[in-house]
């Protein structure tokens, strides 16, 4: 016993070095698995703090260019929408008794909340953006994020009470829902680590007519993405020969270099949606083990 | 200045140009990006011991990391660093004489060649060892090992740059010190 103490001790360095090392490779691996790190939301908040105080002195280089796009989006939203059915006060919360029908009975499916930007990176593998509404603003995991030019960003994926974090379009783990404009397949959209210009959309079939500058749009059968926010525009077409299936280049048509002002997207039904597509799945394979 | 606080506000000091000033820049190229924060550590006293090295390592790493939102890369990387740090200054400086003249690792106290070669070697284990838990779960063996070399030359000619564009005045250590 003594000799396991001394041993202990003459190398101590050593196993503190160990422990720290599986220390930090074990936080850098759970992380990965869950695509979040619940130890990440204390952090969160301190971190965000000084990444606001520094994004408000940041802001000022760029307002006017963002000024230009948030007039150009509030543009397209008046012309779309011309009983302004949107608040866009940043203290809004949504309250369910609120009507949710307009007045063509048509029920509100989506919900959107403005948000800044205080923080984001485009030059690791996987990036994400940092944004200053959290659980407190009613942010949740699974809303889509879009620019405030409309072009698709990313999803949350940890939230914190007054930030959340962004898993990027431009982060490895990354799969989106896409289709193209003008035939309507549906493809996803992925991003292989390499460029931060491009995407790349895969799981078209080679019977599809696709033509450089084709529009890709966000897919209406995505959980997350409401329907037709742009994601990219087609830069360069490859043919996969052992799927049969095209690799399309996406040049993404957010400039994630300069990203301020974003919109979070809720879809009010998700949780409806994925239980369905839980149960179905659970249902099929018990049907399956107990033959009828 | 007590070595104490002049360590804490160069911490702070290095995370934040790491985190606002390199990883904003807009990026060379897809390979590269800067990284000069771990110079705290190749900058901290001799006389610090060997197991607090480590865990000074690891809060720099961790600090790095909560800003960077990858948990316990730099952190690894940091304490591997930390802890080949004093074999290397064991091999680099002469043997005879058994105290330090100076307080820290600088050009002035170990000379610029085993200075160099002390830089060189721990700043390739950093970007080495951080690059391959990065890719571990993705990439190409020539993408690393392209990436590894022009990370380590980047950052090798922002340290050397940061040394003479703004040598530390040391004081020389006395007895009464």
């Known amino acids: 016993m003594r000799n396991i103490f001394l041993f202990i001790r003459r190398y101590i360095t050593f196993f503190t070095f160990l422990l720290l090392q599986v220390v930090a490779l074990w936080f850098l691996f759970t992380y990965n698995r869950f695509h979040r790190a619940r130890f990440l939301g204390f952090a969160n908040e301190v971190t965000g703090r000084i990444n606001s105080q520094y994004n408000q002195v940041e802001d000022y280089f760029t307002l006017k260019e963002e000024n230009r796009r948030v007039h150009r989006l509030n543009d397209s939203l008046l012309n779309l929408l011309p009983r302004n059915y949107m608040h866009r006060d940043s203290s809004m919360k949504m309250i369910q008794d609120s009507?949710?029908?307009?007045?063509?009975?048509?029920?509100?499916?989506?919900?959107?909340?403005?948000?800044?930007?205080?923080?984001?990176?485009?030059?690791?593998?996987?990036?994400?953006?940092?944004?200053?509404?959290?659980?407190?603003?009613?942010?949740?995991?699974?809303?889509?994020?879009?620019?405030?030019?409309?072009?698709?960003?990313?999803?949350?994926?940890?939230?914190?009470?007054?930030?959340?974090?962004?898993?990027?379009?431009?982060?490895?783990?990354?799969?989106?829902?896409?289709?193209?404009?003008?035939?309507?397949?549906?493809?996803?959209?992925?991003?292989?680590?390499?460029?931060?210009?491009?995407?790349?959309?895969?799981?078209?079939?080679?019977?599809?007519?696709?033509?450089?500058?084709?529009?890709?749009?966000?897919?209406?059968?995505?959980?997350?993405?409401?329907?037709?926010?742009?994601?990219?525009?087609?830069?360069?077409?490859?043919?996969?020969?052992?799927?049969?299936?095209?690799?399309?280049?996406?040049?993404?048509?957010?400039?994630?270099?300069?990203?301020?002002?974003?919109?979070?997207?809720?879809?009010?039904?998700?949780?409806?949606?994925?239980?369905?597509?839980?149960?179905?799945?659970?249902?099929?394979?018990?049907?399956?083990?107990?033959?009828? | 200045m007590s070595d104490f606080l002049r360590n804490i506000l160069r911490l702070a000091f290095f995370i934040l140009v790491q985190v606002y000033v390199l990883n904003k820049i807009p990026h060379l190229h897809r390979f590269i990006t800067p990284y000069i924060y771990y110079l705290f550590i190749l900058w901290l006293p001799f006389s610090v011991s060997r197991f607090w090295l480590l865990v000074i390592g690891f809060i720099a790493g961790v600090i790095l990391d909560y800003f960077m939102m990858t948990p316990g890369l730099h952190a690894a990387a940091c304490v591997l660093v930390a802890y080949a740090r004093p074999f290397l200054i064991g091999i680099l400086t002469p043997k005879d004489s058994s105290e330090f003249n100076y307080r820290e690792p600088s050009p002035r106290a170990m000379q610029w060649t085993p200075y160099a070669v002390y830089v060189f070697v721990l700043t390739l284990l950093h970007h080495g060892y951080m690059v391959f838990l990065e890719w571990l779960d993705f990439g190409s063996f020539l993408g690393f090992f392209i990436k590894v070399i022009a990370t380590t030359g980047i950052s090798l000619l922002l340290i050397f740059t940061a040394e003479l564009l703004f040598p530390r005045r040391l004081k020389f250590r006395t007895n009464t010190a």
């Open chain 1, 99 to 292: 009507v949710p029908y307009d007045t063509l009975g048509n029920y509100r499916r989506y919900f959107t909340r403005p948000a800044t930007v205080v923080y984001s990176t485009v030059n690791a593998q996987k990036n994400y953006i940092q944004i200053n509404r959290g659980s407190a603003q009613g942010i949740k995991d699974n809303m889509a994020v879009v620019g405030s030019d409309g072009s698709a960003v990313g999803v949350v994926v940890n939230v914190s009470s007054n930030f959340s974090q962004v898993m990027s379009l431009l982060h490895v783990q990354n799969s989106v829902s896409a289709s193209l404009k003008r035939s309507g397949d549906f493809g996803t959209a992925e991003w292989d680590g390499k460029d931060p210009r491009f995407l790349l959309l895969r799981r078209i079939p080679k019977s599809v007519e696709v033509k450089k500058g084709d529009t890709v749009l966000t897919s209406s059968v995505s959980f997350n993405f409401p329907p037709g926010y742009m994601i990219g525009t087609i830069e360069d077409i490859q043919l996969d020969n052992t799927t049969g299936m095209y690799v399309l280049k996406l040049k993404t048509s957010a400039n994630f270099n300069n990203l301020q002002q974003v919109h979070v997207i809720e879809n009010i039904e998700r949780d409806e949606q994925v239980k369905l597509f839980e149960e179905t799945k659970k249902k099929i394979e018990q049907a399956k083990k107990s033959p009828r």
